[in-house]
């Protein structure tokens, strides 16, 4: 009997200290479930307070912005509005001075163009309305009289090349042959017709008993205009039988060849290739001398500037000028290319 009353009593004690843990982990539950929840409400209201002065800030910047935009808008319409005014207050001006245009034409129109800037000096060209009326005037599309220019330099050309070549003929300098249009260009930035340089090529071929051989750009393996044209002397003991007019330069003694001229090599070759420089050099005093000797040189007047790689000529007949500019090529193994010398 005292034994079933002890393991009652140890029950009931077992039971007790049970609930009474229960009952210390629900008090440390609700004390974290507090914490947590303070916690959580302070997050809330700190993002809520930050998102609130994002909002405020995104005001702000969006009002400073449509400020500045009105302003900037407000700025250019009225500069637009201005200038509109002032062009239009131009425009009236001028339409009452059609003399005071700054197209350039006859000396009788350049004489009225003097008169009225002596006249008024604010209608100087210097006014925005000044300067869209110079560049209209002043630009315009090739016209087709471009096509009979062009012709009119190819026979000039042409005529001063037939004299060069019977100036040349007994020499071993290089062959002219008939020049190439390759088109023209305007000088300046202007696109006058006194502004036009036409430009031509004129192909080389070598002397009698001289070949020219076109050596690549070594370090590209390419042919470009940095290719060098090699002078190599050629047997013509064949030509010398038959027409007996040349000495092979092979196969003749330095005595012997004396008294023919000397071989391209000795004269505008530098290291065995043909010198673009004495080439050009030598060409611009045969144009001088073959000049003289075509009949246009009694009415024109021809110049040669100096220039290293090409020849530059500008012709004038009374107040017209014509700019020329010869390049020298040479053809590309028989075929209708050429390769540029300049
Ligand atoms: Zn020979």
Redesign the pocket.
Known sequence: MALVVFLILAVLDFVQNTLEMIEKLHCVVQQLRHQLSHKMTQLLQDLVETLEQNGVAREVLLSVASQQWCFWVSAFGAGALLLLLWLCWRTRKRSHKPESSCQQGSPERQDEDEEAEDDDDDDDYGGIGDLAGCVADRIWLPAPYMADKCRLVEDLVEELLSSCRRLSGKTFKPRLQPAIMMGYVYEGWSAREDNVLYQLLVPLQPPPGHAFLLETDTAKDLLTSESCLRVQLQ???KREQLLRDRL?F??HSEDELKCQGPSLLNTLCTNSYLDIEKTTCWFQMLVKDAWKLIPLSHHCQLTVLPTTRSCKLSVWKGQENLSIQMTFGVSLDDSESFLSLD
């Open positions: 047997c013509m003991c092979c092979l196969h």
